[in-house]
């Protein structure tokens, strides 16, 4: 991992030495995974123009020296840049904490994503690795970072970036909406946590965005229907609205947002259905084992007249 820090607001180039002026933003320091291509390169040029400072993080040093230079010359704004691969532990934690222990950082973005267009036999376990390592385990690992000092101070704001595919799985994104499936319902949990707080946690589930990925991932966007494709900076101009709007999930190409609304309506009443100590019926399992229901929340069996005590509600 390599950081570059408050002597980033001068570049040194071959014949010239060329000063920014930058100021320490009020709105504190928004920290971008991701952040030399897509999404993540939008945000930064969007979250600069509303004044935060900035931390960019990503693999390619060269790509991130250029956006940074550029945003600090557009926008006067303090950005920092660390060169890591978060699916590296070591990188992932020299990150973690120093991300931890900044007292500017008021935001997380954790946009860095990797995927893999592919069925899970010809997928490989190094594409499968770090798909978890990147999706998965360093999008944990940096909320955990920056979360409790979030709440400590009650305000603070994380962003999570998943899909439409973290609800629905194709032949050929089995692990890729798996590890974005991880990232609704984690955020989701988060946002239970920080429940009547100032600290906010917004889930963004883009569709087909115009970002290279899709290239990396085996998959061209030409192959794709392009009536679907939304881009990059449409995709993030919503979701900050979104967030302005103080969206707890947000779907930036979903018109009518009542569908997402009895989704989770819909999960809700699935999992209350499911809090209940004993097989549904059309599995038949009582009648096998000759128990006949004596009472709600109590078994009798006739062989051997054993009581079965009331489930626990929480169904374990």
Partial sequence: ????????????TANELTVYETHVSDRGTAVITGATGGIGM???DRLANRGYGLILIARRGDRLNAIAKRLRAEHKVDVQIIVADLSDAA???NVGESIASDPRVTMLVNNA????????AQTGNAALDAMIDVNVRALSHLSLAVLPRFQERNQGVLINIGSVLSFHSLPISSVYSGTKGYIM??????????AGSRVIVQLVLPATTETDMWELA?????????GSIMSTEECVDAALAGLDQAETVTLPSVEDLQLWDNY??????????????????????VKQRGIKVASPGRLES????IRIPPSDPTGR
């Fill in 1 to 12: 991992m390599q950081t570059q820090d408050r002597e980033s607001v001068s570049d040194q």
């Fill in 42 to 44: 939008v945000y930064a």
């Fill in 91 to 93: 990188d992932l934690k």
């Fill in 113 to 120: 994503g990797t995927a893999k267009a592919s069925p899970l």
């Fill in 185 to 194: 319902n984690f955020t989701r949990g988060l946002q239970d946590e920080v």
């Fill in 218 to 226: 085996g998959l061209p966007l030409s192959k794709l229907d392009q």
């Fill in 264 to 285: 989770d309506a819909a999960r809700m009443r699935l999992f209350a259905a499911s809090q209940i100590g004993r097989s549904a019926s059309r599995y038949q399992v």
């Fill in 302 to 305: 006739k062989r051997n007249n």
